[in-house]
């Protein structure tokens, strides 16, 4: 079993309100999951080469949530989980760096489980022409070799 615990560096806990949202995480998903079931690294990502992933991403924003919802793999609809992360995290450096210094998406990533809390049902989907053009961008983005998450 691999060894996945933090190095310590640059990881720090944060606590996150931005008024618009209500105070708590999200992960969107197609997985089936429960309250009280854990989130943990090491199952392939829904992106690039779908490599081994060695965080669990999560956010404080819906709209950010439903595109992790909308793009996971696999046949079932998607789904978004209230979550809370078991041990430290930080802002996830696949957009914060490269496409939204800043963090306004409050994407974070963990090396740690993330426990589910609850399920989201009334959650709304993204426009089927802004979906499409979102799913093009990423097989563009594959056919050029470029990685969507860099571990």
């Known amino acids: 079993m691999k060894d996945r615990r933090s190095s310590g560096k640059d ?17 969107g998903t197609k997985a089936g999951l429960r309250v009280g079931d854990l989130i943990v690294p090491g199952f392939n990502s829904n992106y690039g080469k779908r490599k081994e992933a060695s965080y669990v991403y999560f956010t404080a924003t819906m709209d950010a949530a439903t595109w992790g919802a909308e793009l996971a793999l696999g046949d079932g609809p998607g789904k978004i989980f209230k979550v809370e992360p078991t ?15 800043g963090n306004p998406t409050k994407s974070y990533r963990t090396l740690h489980p993330l426990r589910v809390c609850g399920e989201v049902r009334d959650w709304q989907g993204h426009s089927p022409e802004l979906l499409k053009a979102m799913k093009e961008n990423l097989e563009r983005l594959k056919q050029l070799g470029i990685e969507a998450i860099e571990d």
Do not use: R
Not at 11 to 27: D, Q, R
Not at 87 to 101: A, C, H, I, W
């Open 87 to 101: 041990g430290p995290y930080e802002d996830d450096p696949n957009l914060t760096d490269k496409k939204f210094p």
């Open 11 to 27: 990881i720090k806990p944060i606590a996150v309100a931005s008024g618009k949202e209500p105070l708590g995480f999200y992960h």
